[in-house]
């Protein structure tokens, strides 16, 4: 279906995308990572070089890099993989709040998979990009830090030493 959409509608199409986006989940469920990435991340650039990458689609893309790396951070104990899925839901969950708002269905989802996924990496731990502010539950647009203070906590918090780190469960 994606070499026809190619033919008839051209290499820059949402189907395109949408055929890409597919063929990710696909290698996903086979277990084959690095082909489930490469099809989801081709997907995510041809989003967002259509659309803006303020848009839903984008969203739902971010969406599935997410999940895909919480899937290997599961499945390695590895918590550099737990924070890429952070920051994507993260992502995710800033653009439908934006575009959809904090009711919608795919936003809540989207929350939940960044709580779940926080849930494994140590408390306190945060990325350069990810600071743990975010748009509080009422959609009032005010910045609060997870734990609720307006103050940014010490980073190293609760970190360890060392590139990769085992999950704790």
């Not at 190619?6 to 949408?18: I, Q, Y």
């Not at 995510?44 to 895909?68: C, R």
């Not at 996924?117 to 945060?126: A, I, K, M």
């Not at 509080?136 to 203070?149: E, P, Q, T």
């Amino acid at each position: 279906a994606l070499e026809i959409d190619r033919k008839v509608a051209g290499d820059e199409t949402l189907e395109v995308a949408t055929g890409l986006m597919n063929l990710g989940s696909v290698f996903r469920s086979m277990g084959d990572f690095e082909k489930s990435l490469e099809h989801h991340q081709q997907s995510l650039d041809l989003k967002i070089n259509l659309l803006g990458p303020k848009h839903e689609e984008v969203a739902k893309s971010q969406l599935n890099i997410g999940l895909l790396f919480e899937e290997q951070g599961k499945q390695h104990e590895d918590l550099d993989f737990f924070r890429k899925a952070k920051q994507k839901f993260k992502q995710a969950v800033d653009i439908y709040s934006q575009v959809l708002g904090d009711k919608r269905d795919s936003t809540k989802k989207a929350r939940k998979a960044l709580d779940r996924v926080r849930e494994n990496l140590p408390s306190g731990d945060t990325t350069e990009e990810d600071d743990d502010d975010e748009l509080d539950d009422s959609g009032s647009g005010v910045a609060v830090s997870r734990s609720g203070m307006t103050q940014r906590g010490a980073r190293s918090r609760g970190a360890r030493a060392g590139g990769r780190r085992r999950a704790e469960e």
